[in-house]
């Protein structure tokens, strides 16, 4: 395979990677823990992301990182050749979980995006106090309706131009969503909000809310899943670590500049009432067209996510049961049918039948647990440390054979360790809200 890629394309697949709907959280989670520390929570997290991602470049190629013979090609087979196969087995454990949380994520998102519409609409015609009130349950259902159809598309080659549209629709409300913050906050004349965030009843509620913001900025960042594969379409010369390290640091200044001013635009237009979702949580009520625009930007983008990431699931999980079972009828059998006016279909029955149990089965815990920022903060904070610190640390001990206790090894411990501790306390308090949310 001839590999063109250059810093540019690089950087703009780490951009497709990271935008997402993980923004649409930052504004709620720079309210939690105030002025000072939301924007330095934000450049911290860019700031780990960043060195994580260095050390991961310098482990593609092994055992030189600039001329050895062997290519890793994916994060899985780095696990493998770095960390040996006990971890290698228990990551690949953790990629499919984090894919399928994803998809709950993606749908809960998506009902909650066509729900705001009709809601926009509602509030346009008969006024902002008017009781409109709608489910969003339906709307999940539908979503996923939709999505066991679309999951039936063969392989992730078949999903190029979903990925194309899914960048841009990502672009449209995140822009959206910055200019519409920027405009109130031009219209009020006063920038809200305070050094400590939202006041809590008690401190121990405040410290859940300000763990639970923790995780949702977790979630908005580490691409580590991909960044393999970004990095074994580059050219060489010049030596692939050396641009995929400048890729790196060109798009994460890019996508840190745009959280910082999505977040703490949001915050400073709607202060101690920012809302979890700005586009869902009606901060804005007009232009209302302008509202429901970004909304179905964002389902559209989810249609395109859930698609993207489930396929790498779908195809991991079919492979395995082929290898295990390579006589068995039900994986081979397949069925032919036909609509008029379209050619016909192959489908395979036993890739029907669990794609559609997996979608299924995604909608269901998405109707259960329907809470945005607990369930991302829990996804972000469960999955930070393991892939974006934890995996980067260990690999580049293992590539650059890094002595045990000497300077080096010791701050690379240091920087795993704060990574753990950040994922613990997103992970408890996003469990603790996402627990309160349900029982109440």
């Not at 400048?246 to 237009?269: E, K, P, Q, V, W």
Request: proline share 4%.
């Amino acid at each position: 395979m001839k590999r063109t890629g250059t810093t540019w394309t690089a950087g703009a697949h780490i951009l497709t990677g990271v935008a997402g709907v993980g923004v649409l959280s930052l504004a709620w989670s720079v309210a939690q823990v105030g002025w000072i520390l939301g924007p330095l929570c934000i450049i911290i997290f860019a700031a780990i992301t960043l060195l994580s991602s260095c050390l991961m470049a310098e482990c593609y190629s092994h055992p030189d990182p600039e001329v050895g013979p062997i290519r890793n090609r994916s994060f899985m087979e780095a696990t493998k050749l770095y960390l040996g196969n006990k971890h290698h087995a228990i990551f690949g454990v953790f990629v499919q979980f984090n894919i399928f949380g994803l998809a709950v994520v993606f749908t809960s998102t998506a009902g909650s995006s066509l729900w705001a519409i009709l809601q926009s609409n509602c509030y346009h015609k008969y006024g902002h106090d008017a009781p409109c009130q709608y489910g969003d349950n339906w709307y999940m259902m539908l979503f996923g309706f939709v999505h066991i159809f679309l999951s039936q598309t063969p392989n992730f080659h078949s999903t190029r131009w979903i990925s194309i549209m899914a960048l841009v629709m990502s672009l449209c409300f995140s822009f959206i969503g910055v200019g519409l913050g920027l405009a109130k906050v031009i219209e009020s004349g006063t920038v809200k909000g305070s050094i400590t965030g939202v006041p809590s009843s008690n401190s121990a509620t405040k410290t859940f809310a300000v763990f639970t913001a923790l995780g949702n900025i977790a979630f908005a960042y580490p691409f580590a899943i991909i960044l393999f594969e970004i990095e074994d379409t580059l050219k060489s010369p010049p030596p692939v670590n050396k641009t995929m390290k400048t890729a790196c640091t060109i798009a994460l200044s890019i996508i840190t500049f745009f959280f910082l001013c999505y977040g703490c635009l949001g915050y400073a237009a709607f202060g101690d009432s920012t809302p979890e979702n700005l586009l869902t949580g009606f901060g804005f009520y007009e232009p209302y067209w302008l509202v429901d625009f970004a909304n179905a930007c964002v389902v559209i983008y989810l249609m395109g996510a859930y698609q993207i990431y489930s396929q790498a699931c779908f195809s991991t999980v079919e492979r395995w049961f082929c290898e295990r079972f390579p006589d068995s009828r039900f994986l081979d059998k397949s069925f032919s049918f036909k609509f008029p006016l379209l050619p016909a279909i192959k489908m395979n029955l036993f890739r029907a039948c669990f794609r559609t149990l997996y979608v299924a089965t995604a909608t269901l815990l998405a109707i259960m647990f329907p809470y945005f920022t607990s369930v991302i903060g829990v996804l972000g904070a469960v999955f930070f440390w393991p892939f974006a610190v934890y995996a980067p640390v260990q690999m580049y001990i293992v590539q650059k054979s890094v002595r045990a206790w000497s300077r080096e090894w010791i701050l690379l411990m240091a920087f795993s360790s704060v990574g753990l501790v950040l994922t613990v306390m997103g992970t408890i308090g996003s469990l603790e809200e996402l627990v309160r949310a349900k029982l109440s």
